[in-house]
Nanobody, 119 residues
Framework: VQLQASGGGLVQPGGSLRLSCAAS????????MGWYRQAPGKQRELVAD???????KYTDSVKGRFTISRDNAKNTVYLQMNSLKPEDTAVYYC??????????????WGKGTLVTVSS
């Protein structure tokens, strides 16, 4: 599975950005796609993910500000980020994992895209 992410950049506090990530290759239809982020000096953390059935999950710090969605026909996941804060600054990584009867399979990662929130 290959993941191609796009949409990072520089934005002012309070602004918005939309990340996209398209998966290609051997894609098991039952899966979860999501976004993780890693800020300087910190561990990588889950931002949000969404199952192929459309069930989303968010880390508490982005609830109400970020929205994850996906287009299964295009094998693409989106992350709409609104009301961005400086603490959202990080490298964002797209993630894909198949789900085999409730058991998470191998994780695939895209190259990170940098999101910088600064005035």
């Amino acid at each position: 599975v290959q993941l191609q992410a796009s949409g990072g950049g520089l934005v002012q506090p309070g602004g918005s950005l939309r990340l996209s990530c398209a998966a290609s290759g051997s894609i098991f239809s039952i899966n979860v796609m999501g976004w993780y982020r890693q800020a300087p000096g910190k561990q990588r953390e889950l931002v949000a993910d969404i199952t192929s059935g459309g069930k989303p999950k968010y880390t508490d710090s982005v609830k109400g500000r970020f929205t994850i969605s996906r287009d299964n026909a295009k094998n693409t996941v989106y992350l709409q980020m609104n009301s961005l804060k400086p603490e959202d600054t990080a490298v964002y990584y797209c993630n894909f994992a198949p789900n085999y009867s409730g058991r998470r399979g191998m994780d695939y990662w895209g190259k990170g895209t940098l999101v910088t929130v600064s005035s």
